[in-house]
C-alpha cells in the first residue's frame, strides 16, 4: 500500500512542477522566449553548422553532470531525504513544462518532436538512475541501500552521459535537418 501512494506521489510532485512550467511559460512567451530561446530559428541553425566533437562534449558533460548529482547525493545524506525528493521532482517538472511548452509554442508539434529527441536516448539511462536513487530517498529507512544499487545506478548514469556525448548530437541534427525549415 504504501509502494502504491509513494508512487502517486511522485508523479503528483512531477505533475504539479510540470504544470507550473507550462503556466510560467505562457506567461513569459512573448518575445522573450521567441527570440532568444534554444528553440529559436538562430539557435537551431547555428547548431547545425556547429562541429561537436565527441570527447570534448563528454568532458563537458561529465562536469555539468557531476554537480547536480553531486548535491543530491549530499542532501541524501541529511534527514530532509523525503525534501530533497520533492523539491527534485517538482524542479524536474517545472523545466520539462518550460522546455516543452517553449518548444510547442515556437515549433508547434515540430517542438515536441525536438524536445522528444534532446533526451534521446539518454533519458533511458538517467531515468532509471533516478528514480532509484529518488525512490530510496523517499523510502528511506524503509527501503536499504546495497552495492547492486549502488553499481546500477552508477553505470547506468556513466552509459546516460556517453550516450549524450556520441550518439545524442547526431539524432537532434538528424530531426532538425528533417523537422526545422
Not at 509513494?6 to 512573448?30: P, R, T
Not at 547555428?46 to 568532458?59: A, K, M
Not at 532509471?128 to 547506468?156: D, E, H
Amino acid at each position: 500500500m504504501k509502494i502504491q501512494q509513494s508512487k502517486k506521489q511522485f508523479l503528483i510532485f512531477y505533475m504539479s512542477g510540470f504544470l507550473a512550467g507550462i503556466l510560467y511559460a505562457n506567461m513569459v512567451s512573448d518575445s522573450y522566449l521567441e527570440s532568444y530561446g534554444v528553440f529559436s530559428e538562430y539557435f537551431l541553425r547555428q547548431f547545425q553548422i556547429t562541429e561537436i566533437i565527441p570527447e570534448e562534449y563528454l568532458g563537458y558533460l561529465l562536469r555539468i553532470r557531476i554537480i547536480p548529482v553531486g548535491v543530491l547525493l549530499a542532501a541524501g545524506c541529511t534527514r530532509w531525504k523525503q525534501m530533497v525528493v520533492v523539491v527534485t521532482l517538482l524542479w524536474t517538472g517545472l523545466a520539462s513544462g518550460i522546455v516543452l511548452t517553449s518548444g510547442i509554442l515556437q515549433l508547434g508539434a515540430t517542438g515536441i518532436v525536438i524536445c522528444a529527441v534532446g533526451v534521446f536516448p539518454q533519458i533511458f539511462f538517467y531515468l532509471p538512475a533516478a528514480l532509484v536513487y529518488l525512490w530510496y530517498l523517499y523510502l528511506s529507512p524503509q527501503v536499504r541501500w546495497n552495492s547492486g544499487k549502488s553499481i546500477f545506478t552508477g553505470l547506468m548514469f556513466l552509459a546516460g552521459i556517453a550516450l549524450e556525448a556520441y550518439i545524442n548530437p547526431v539524432c537532434l541534427k538528424a530531426a532538425i535537418r528533417l523537422f526545422v525549415k
